[in-house]
C-alpha cells in the first residue's frame, strides 16, 4: 500500500522464541517496520505535514489578484453568465464537473478569471482560467487554511471555498470512502495532504468504529485503518478510544479473555500470521490478542509477550526479577 511508504523501508524486528508462548514471527509495528522510523518530532512532523498539503505556497500564489467580483474586462456578469463561463472552465480543465452552484471570485494577477464551483457529486474547486486551467480543491485549500492558522496565520481572502455546499467536507470524504470500501457509517472527514508521490490522502471519522487513512493512488483507492496509523505514531483526529474499543472488544466473545472490560487497545506488530494487538482489561491485566481474518487465533498474557514488538506498553508489568521473587 502507498500510504506505507511515506518513510524508509527499515528492517523488521522479530519476536524470538517465548517461554510457554507459542513461536510466532510479529514484524514490529509503532513506526518499526515498512512505515520507517516515525515516532519521533510529532511523527517527523506528521509526515512534513503531508507534504505541505499540497503545496500550500504554489495555491496561495496562484490566487491572488483583485477580488472585486468582476471578470477581466470589468464587468459585472449575470449569475447566468457566470455558471456558463464556470462550467466552461471547469470542463476546459478537464474536471468530470456538472456545476451545481458557481461564484466568480475576480481575476488574477495574470488577468485570469477565478471562480468557485460546487459539483452535483458534491465535489467542490476553486479554479482559474489560465491557459492551461488551474484547479484547487477546496477540501485540500481547507487543509492549507487549517495549517497556516496553527501556524499563527490566516489564509488569503477567496483561497478557501466559501460557497454553503462546499463547507461539508464529510459528503465528499464519505463518497470517497464509500469508493474506497471503508466499511463504517462516515460522521467526519477532512483532506489531510499528499505523500511524496503526490497521491491525495484523506482522514474518514467513523460512528462508534475505528476510523481510516484512505489515498488515491493510480491503481484506485487504499485505506489503513487508524489502529495502524496511530501505530505509525500518526494521528486520525475523529477516531476515539473508545470508538476504536467498541470495533474490537466484539472479537474476544468466546476467547479466554471474554470477560475483559476493554478499556484501551494498540497494534504492537503484524506479519503475516495475523496482527498483534495489546489489550488493556479495567480489571489492570493486559494481553495480546493475535488476530487473523478478523478473529482471534491467539492470546498471550502481556507478561509472556514482552518480545512481541516493543511490548504492552498499556499495561503495568512486573520487572522480571521481581516476578522471579514471588
Keep these: 500500500m502507498t500510504l506505507l511508504r511515506l518513510a524508509a523501508v527499515t528492517a523488521a524486528a522479530l519476536i524470538a522464541s517465548m517461554p510457554a508462548v ?144 462546499n463547507q461539508n467536507g464529510a459528503v465528499v470524504v464519505a463518497s470517497f470512502a464509500r469508493e474506497a470500501g471503508v466499511p463504517c457509517q462516515v460522521d467526519a472527514g477532512k483532506a489531510l495532504g499528499a505523500t511524496p508521490e503526490g497521491n491525495l490522502v484523506y482522514e474518514v471519522g467513523c460512528a462508534g468504529a475505528d476510523g481510516y487513512h484512505i489515498e488515491k493512488t493510480a491503481q484506485g483507492w487504499s485505506k489503513t485503518d487508524c489502529l495502524q496509523i496511530m501505530g505509525m505514531s500518526l494521528t486520525c483526529q475523529f477516531t476515539t478510544p473508545e470508538e476504536q474499543v467498541a ?26 500470521t495475523g496482527r498483534f494487538i495489546e489489550v488493556k482489561c479495567a480489571s489492570g491485566d493486559g494481553y495480546v490478542a493475535q488476530v487473523k481474518d478478523n478473529a482471534v487465533t491467539q492470546i498471550y498474557p502481556c507478561d509472556r509477550a514482552q518480545r512481541i514488538g516493543s511490548g504492552c506498553t498499556l499495561t503495568r508489568i512486573a520487572a522480571p526479577e521481581a516476578a522471579a521473587g514471588q
Design 22 to 165: 507459542d513461536r510466532a514471527h510479529a514484524q514490529a509495528q509503532g513506526g518499526r517496520t515498512e512505515m520507517g522510523d516515525l515516532r519521533t518530532a510529532g511523527a517527523q512532523q506528521q509526515a512534513r505535514d503531508r507534504q505541505s498539503v499540497l503545496n500550500r505556497e504554489q495555491a496561495m500564489d496562484a490566487l491572488e489578484g483583485d477580488r472585486r467580483r468582476t471578470d477581466r474586462r470589468g464587468r459585472q456578469p449575470s449569475p447566468e453568465q457566470i455558471a456558463r463561463s464556470a462550467q466552461a472552465a471547469a470542463t476546459a480543465a478537464g474536471l468530470s464537473c456538472q456545476v451545481g452552484e458557481s461564484a466568480l471570485l475576480g481575476t488574477t494577477n495574470d488577468n485570469n478569471e477565478l471562480y468557485e464551483v460546487a459539483c452535483v457529486d458534491g465535489a467542490g474547486y476553486i479554479l482559474t482560467t489560465a491557459t492551461p486551467p488551474q484547479t484547487f480543491d477546496c477540501l485540500m485549500l481547507a487543509a492549507q487554511a487549517e495549517q497556516m492558522r496553527a501556524q499563527g496565520s490566516e489564509a488569503p481572502a477567496n483561497s478557501v471555498c466559501a460557497l454553503p455546499v
Design 247 to 272: 470495533g474490537f472488544h466484539p472479537l474476544l466473545v468466546g476467547t479466554a479473555i471474554d470477560d475483559c472490560d476493554t478499556q484501551r487497545i494498540q497494534l504492537l506488530a503484524q506479519n503475516d
